[in-house]
């Protein structure tokens, strides 16, 4: 060094490992209320199901019963493999180990988008960027905090199994396979951000991947010759290492690189790319502008069509999966009665005939389309907090109107995403002649749209009153009421609980008739709801 | 869009005032903007501005006070914002959506738009409409509003510092578009830090500082406002000129020599020129200082 050089400012030593830290610490503020509320959710939930194992099931199974169970490719398909039923844990894993695996896995893939092409769409990297810190290493060093975030709701698991006291070796496995498909989904997050500029975009691919992995889990579990679909899948290595049957723990290794492999790929590209761009670009031009875009009922069509299009293709996927396996399930349930008196027990109902079959699998239908009711009105939210509404407002546009046409655009989007489930599910028990009629099949999809509707009522809801949380209070009815349900029936909570659930107020369509009562009952609580939201929308101040 | 009779002011607001927590961001401003005007509305970063704008336009609730739009009150807005077009600082477009997928969008849903001009407009800007939001620069994006704003010919524009990202070519097409607006008798505010750009174009300004609307006035007014700084080398001393200081309009009068002497200078000059005529003048060097040091000078008045 020179000795003008010298005598240049120079940054004081001490402070070199600060710019590390920060975007460290910048990192886990983001990322540690989601994390605190899934991982205790995982572990709570894991434990709570064991216990409900042994109050109920122990000793209830025999040995026909279980092989039986194994073999039949429907149960395998939608529950995965039954292993080890006989022991609280196996009965926990085959119960919960998928759920949970895909919440983990959903929920790491939404936390990487967002943490990385969020922060970096909304330009607040540049500030960073234009400090010590290099792109490439600003998104290794988030990406880290949110890979060993994505794995906390594993340990939670392996935690809350040791505490109820299943075996050691098997509770291990099962956390470090939910770690696994946690790490999975944030790594598969990671990628998804450096290959597309829009953080919608990102979280779209991210979490297509991790349902695809379910789907090809659901495949390689249900046909055999397929079976090592399951090496390509977080949720099929769960069954391949079988915790507390086979506790092989070989197939961690695979499931170490299906993390690591789009991790390392991600931060490879992040320093290949400019800051704001995406490697996919899309056009940048577009040949003729859309006809939508002259009025407002269009925007609002336009803005849910895309999204409309996505869920359609998952909804439609697992719907036709579960219509090919209508006759398949009730065969086997029709030959092992001892089964299907304990498949009343666990909840799923009137699995005998097609149509009880597939009424409790519509009553699963309302989460995915309640969340895409809630996720719409909170891309409403987001867009008022990026600005981009004011254009709109400083036209002659009521709030009122806006959210009004936005909400009928969204209900009718249930409607289409309910009929196409519906429609999935006929064409594939047509398929396998299981004398499920299209009529049917349309009215259980149909059957859930009021809980679906709760949710876009709490959502606006939230949109009027608490704008930061609109995604949150808008699954609950859903999910929360799904889980509310669930533990009501397990501990016998008083009739006043339960009800609180609004699939207490659903009936088993097409098996049952359907309750016109609870349905009108849960659409207008979604009306008053909505109706208050939006009226304190009008009131409230735009944020910017 | 019909006519509105003259005698109603664009734009009225009365004992406004808006409180974010402990913050008071408005406070008791009362304005009235009359049909026909193009009104500047100054003050530097944080003042309020564009809090006050956001009132205006029903995106925020009064914590106090009300406002009208050529008589409807702001919170109407399906009434009041028939009459106006607005330019945001701080232009958010979709970013899939291209410039002339917004512009239809803005016209389609907006109370009427003039789409021949709109075209001309879009050349005059050199706007490229068949790109996607997401590739615009912060000046491409703000061109896309004002595009949309002066095609309405909405009878009120109220532009909230709508030439922060244009480049001087585009400032100026922005300032014929004023002229323009304003000889087809629209009402313009116009909130600006940039002095000559509401010096160019505005009749009246408002001066807000901290919350509070400390100076309306013509832009006659603001002129006196302005001071000349005079400096003088003399050939011989002029013992007589140490009377300058009492001269009307002459201030801050400082000697670096016997033959040197600088002095401010307000209004008219004849009699500091009358004074010096009878002396040995070498030279004469008359600035005008920047806009902006009138601008500082200002609030260093109000602040003292």
């Known amino acids: 060094m020179t000795s003008r050089t010298a005598t240049r400012p120079q940054a004081p030593a001490a402070t070199a490992s600060a710019p590390a830290r920060g975007v460290v610490l910048l990192a886990v503020r ?38 039986a169970l194994a073999d039949n490719p429907a149960i395998r398909t939608l529950f995965g493999p039954a292993r080890a039923l006989d022991d609280a ?47 490439a290493t600003l998104v290794r060093r988030q990406l880290a905090v949110v890979l060993v975030a994505a794995a906390l709701p594993g340990v939670a698991v392996a935690i809350g199994m040791l505490l109820v006291g299943t075996v050691t070796t098997g509770a291990l496995l099962f956390g470090a396979v939910v770690a696994g498909a946690g790490l999975t989904g944030a790594a598969c997050g990671g990628l998804a951000a450096q290959l597309l500029a829009e953080r919608r975009a990102a979280s779209g691919l991210a979490v297509g991947l991790v349902l695809a992995g379910l789907l090809l889990r659901m495949v390689g579990d249900g046909v055999d010759a397929l079976g090592w679909l399951r090496w390509l899948s977080p949720f099929g290595l769960l069954s391949t290492v079988a915790p507390y049957a086979d506790d092989r723990a070989a197939p961690l290794l695979v499931l170490a690189a299906l993390a690591v492999v789009p991790a390392v790929i991600a931060v490879v590209l992040a320093g290949r790319r400019d800051v704001g761009a995406g490697l996919l670009g899309g056009r940048d031009t577009a040949r003729s502008p859309s006809p939508l875009l002259r009025s407002l009922p269009g925007l609002c069509v336009h803005r849910v069509r895309r999204a409309l299009v996505t869920w359609g293709v998952g909804v439609g996927a697992y719907f036709l999966l579960i219509g090919l396996l209508a006759t398949a399930m009730t065969d086997f349930l029709e ?120 949710c876009l009522g709490a959502a606006l809801f939230a949109l009027g009153y608490a704008p930061g949380a609109v995604l949150a209070i808008g699954v609950l009815p859903a999910a929360g009421g799904y889980l509310l349900l669930l533990f009501a029936d397990t501990f016998g909570w008083p009739e006043a609980a339960r009800a609180l659930s609004p699939f207490a107020h659903v009936a088993s369509v097409p098996a049952d008739p359907p309750d016109l009562v609870g349905a009108v009952g849960m659409v207008a609580v979604a009306a008053v709801l909505g109706f208050a939201g939006v009226v304190a929308y009008a009131r409230r101040d735009l944020r910017e | 869009m019909a006519l509105l009779p003259a005698a109603v002011p664009a734009l009225r607001a009365e004992n406004l005032s808006k409180r974010f927590s402990t913050t008071l961001a408005v406070d008791d401003l009362s304005l009235t903007v009359p049909t026909g005007e193009v009104f500047g509305f100054l003050g530097p970063n944080g003042a309020g501005k564009s809090t006050t704008i956001r009132l205006l336009l ?33 232009v958010a477009l979709w970013p899939a959506f291209t410039g002339q997928e917004c512009l239809d969008l803005l016209a389609g849903v907006g109370p009427g738009t003039d789409l021949a001009y709109r075209d001309e407009l879009v050349a005059r ?18 061109k896309v509003a004002l595009v949309a704003a002066f095609a309405t010919r909405a009878p009120l524009l109220v532009l909230d510092e709508p030439t922060s990202g244009l480049d001087p070519l585009m400032e100026r097409e922005f300032r014929r578009c004023i002229a323009e607006a304003a000889e087809r008798g629209q009402t313009v505010f116009l909130s600006s830090h940039k002095l000559v750009e509401v010096e160019a174009v505005c009749s009246r300004v408002g001066i807000l500082r901290t919350g509070r609307l400390v100076e309306v006035a013509g832009l006659e007014e603001l002129r006196r406002l302005r001071r000349t700084e005079v400096t003088v080398d003399l050939s011989r001393p002029a013992p007589r000129l140490r009377g300058l200081a009492d001269l009307p309009g002459v201030t801050d009068l400082r000697w670096a020599s016997g033959l040197q002497f600088t002095l401010s200078l307000v209004g008219p000059p004849g009699p500091v020129l009358r004074a010096l005529g009878e002396t040995d003048v070498a030279r004469i060097d008359v600035r005008e200082p920047s806009l902006e040091e009138i601008f500082l000078d200002y609030y260093g008045e109000v602040s003292a």
């Open chain 1, 335 to 454: 030959a092992n009665r001892q089964f299907a008196e304990l498949a009343v027990e666990a909840g799923f109902d009137e699995l005998f005939t097609v149509q009880g079959y597939a009424a409790s699998l519509f009553s699963l239908l309302a989460v995915p389309v309640g969340a895409f009711a809630a996720s719409r009105i909170a891309a409403s939210a987001a867009d008022e907090v990026a600005g981009r509404l004011a254009l709109l407002y400083s036209l002659p546009v009521r709030r009122a109107r806006w959210a009004g046409t936005e909400a009928a655009t969204v209900a009718l989007g249930c409607v289409v995403l309910a009929s196409v489930a519906g429609l999935a599910t006929w064409a594939g028990a047509a398929w396998v002649g299981s004398g499920l009629t299209s009529g049917e099949a349309l009215a259980g999809a149909l059957n859930v749209v009021p809980v679906a509707l709760l």
């Open chain 1, 89 to 135: 844990g196996g009965f926990t894993v085959w119960r919960t180990g998928t759920v949970l695996a895909v919440l983990a896995g959903v929920w790491a893939a939404l936390t990487a988008t967002r943490v990385t092409r969020g922060e970096e769409e909304s330009g607040r990297w540049d500030l960073l960027l234009a400090g010590r810190v290099r792109a």
């Open chain 1, 30 to 67: 983001l990322v540690r209320r989601g994390t605190l509320v899934v991982t205790v959710l995982s572990g709570v939930l894991a434990a709570f199901v064991a216990v409900q194992y042994r109050s109920t099931f122990q000793g209830a199974l025999t040995t026909g019963s279980l092989t």
């Open chain 2, 125 to 142: 800007f050199g706007l490229e409409p068949g790109r996607r939001a997401r590739t615009y620069s912060t000046g491409n994006r703000q």
């Open chain 2, 58 to 90: 029903g995106l925020l609730r009064p914590t106090h006070g009300a406002a009208w739009i050529f008589d409807d009150p702001v919170a109407d807005v399906a009434r009041a914002h028939r009459h106006l077009a607005y330019v945001p600082a701080d």
